[in-house]
């Protein structure tokens, strides 16, 4: 059991670290949430229309490269 006197919280329990990246109050963070989320979307589903294209074209070599051979 936590060592945690009655009545009093330690200051390290309550302490938040704000990093580089996290707005401080009161500043607007919504468009850059939006902007970095669109991104990471589109890297996403180019990522994903790659693996598509592949698969349309070579899936059974695809699918086989991942096959264990004599116990590799």
């Given at each position: 059991?936590?060592?945690?006197?009655?009545?009093?919280a330690m200051p390290q329990e309550?302490?938040?670290i704000r990093s580089a990246?996290?707005?401080?109050?009161?500043?607007e963070s919504a468009p850059v949430a939006g902007a970095r989320t669109d991104d990471t979307l589109?890297?996403?589903d180019a990522v994903l229309d790659d693996i598509e294209?592949?698969?349309e074209t070579?899936?059974?070599e695809y699918v086989g490269s991942f096959v264990q051979k004599g116990g590799e």
């Amino acid at each position: 059991m936590p060592n945690v006197s009655k009545g009093k919280a330690m200051p390290q329990e309550f302490e938040q670290i704000r990093s580089a990246d996290q707005p401080l109050d009161g500043e607007e963070s919504a468009p850059v949430a939006g902007a970095r989320t669109d991104d990471t979307l589109d890297a996403l589903d180019a990522v994903l229309d790659d693996i598509e294209s592949v698969l349309e074209t070579n899936a059974e070599e695809y699918v086989g490269s991942f096959v264990q051979k004599g116990g590799e």
